[in-house]
């Protein structure tokens, strides 16, 4: 008979989230109750979580990316950005989030991991390409800065989910080998990185497109707007 006590893990989690307790506190628990209904020494569960926590104490670093992020926000970071893009006579929304695009694809290339929802886009890449939209057409509408900072978050995820694979060293790279030749596949590393060309490429390609068709929205905004002034104007 098959022993289901050691799932009462999962019975807990579900219990702590349906009843929003503290997530870090319900899945402790849930961790601690499963190894001792698995006959596993206090002592070997309390090791397998220190060890467990040695080996990716670099995921809590978002933890301090936050709050950083925060404080400069409140001193000014994002009015220094729009300022900064102000002062750009030539600066649009595509060039600075094709620009951004372009250097996190390098990035990549070169194993760099640069940038990031909390730490790039929503500090200096939304705000800057807002600033270049208010350049072309003035205040914007809720509905246009809300599709700016959703274009500004898409530049990210082509530029990291697309492009991940460029760097030779890429933990993906590694999974995709070694799941290949275990099933009697032999690949190259330096082969494999190149057939991710194509996909950061084309992820480029598509990118800009979606960029050139909100530029040419804004323009048209930007003429209507100014045909109803004029008419305002003459009436």
């Not at 349906?18 to 601690?32: E, M, P, Q, Y």
């Amino acid at each position: 008979m098959v022993d289901l006590w050691p799932l009462i893990g999962v019975v807990i989690i579900t219990a702590g989230l349906a009843f929003k307790l503290n997530t870090l506190l319900v899945i402790l628990t849930a961790g601690v109750v499963t190894g001792l209904v698995a006959h596993i020494s206090l002592f070997e569960i309390l090791s397998i979580l220190g060890e467990s926590f040695t080996k990716n104490r670099y995921m809590s670093l978002f933890i301090l990316i936050l709050p950083m992020i925060g404080i400069l926000e409140r001193y000014g970071l994002r009015q220094r950005a729009e300022t900064l893009i102000g002062s750009m006579k030539s600066a649009s929304v595509s060039r600075v989030l094709l620009t951004y695009l372009a250097l996190r694809k390098l990035t990549n290339g070169m194993g760099l991991h640069l940038g990031g929802h909390p730490s790039m886009i929503r500090p200096l890449i939304a705000p800057m390409a807002e600033a270049a939209a208010e350049k072309q057409v003035g205040e914007l509408t809720d509905k246009q800065s809300q599709r700016i900072r959703c274009l500004s978050a898409v530049s990210e995820n082509f530029g990291n989910f697309f492009s991940q694979l460029l760097f030779i060293g890429a933990g993906g790279l590694l999974l995709i080998k070694g799941v290949m030749e275990d099933n009697g596949i032999q690949v190259e590393l330096e082969q494999m990185y190149l057939w991710a060309l194509p996909t950061a490429i084309a992820s480029f390609a598509v990118f800009a497109v979606c960029c050139k068709l909100e530029d040419m929205r804004l323009a048209r905004h930007s003429v209507t707007q100014s045909v109803a002034l004029k008419e305002q104007d003459n009436a």
